[in-house]
Every structure is written in structure tokens, then in C-alpha cells.
């Protein structure tokens, strides 16, 4: 349905896959922007919900959340200190010329 409406907004096909690749490139142009606005990695939070302690049979555990955000980059190939996609991931979503 998304697909369909999508579609019909940008006169091609879309499917599922496209769908992610367009979320990939909408979140990869919105973190160069913020990062040419002098936005760091450090200063990016998690919500609350996700620093409270665990309950049921994980209680009493929190999740380590800057491990968690290492794989993250790890997984979308962005630079956990610098917060910049790899040159792969640029030139993957076309946002390689932004730089």
C-alpha cells in the first residue's frame, strides 16, 4: 500500500526494497546535514525507556548502550566516532557528492 502511494507520488515502481533504500538515503542525508551543522556522535542520546532496568527474567540488567550503538554503526557502516557514513555507504545511497 505504501509502495503503491509512493509510486504513484514519484511515478515509478516501489517496492519494499526501494522503501528501505529511500529510508537509508532520507537518514543519510539528514546525518551529513547535522553533522555539517556541528552535530557530534557523543551528543546523541537514547530514550529513557531504554536506560530503565529490565524487568522479567533479564531484571535487574541494563543494556550496554554504547556497545549497542558500536554495532549500529558497525551494521550501517557509519563511523561511530566521527558519525560519518563510510565512502561505500555515500556513493551506495548517491549522497557521495554531499561531502
Known sequence: MVGELLGMAMNEEINAEKIIELGDRIYGLKRLINLKLEWK?????????????????????????????????????????????????????GLDSYL
Open 41 to 93: 556522535p557523543g551528543l546523541q542520546r537514547f530514550p529513557r525507556v531504554m536506560k530503565n532496568r529490565l524487568e522479567g527474567p533479564t531484571e535487574g540488567n541494563t543494556p550496554d548502550l554504547k556497545l549497542q550503538l558500536r554495532e549500529w554503526c558497525e551494521y550501517r557502516n557509519y563511523n561511530f566516532d566521527t558519525g560519518y557514513p563510510n565512502k561505500e555507504e555515500l556513493e551506495r545511497l
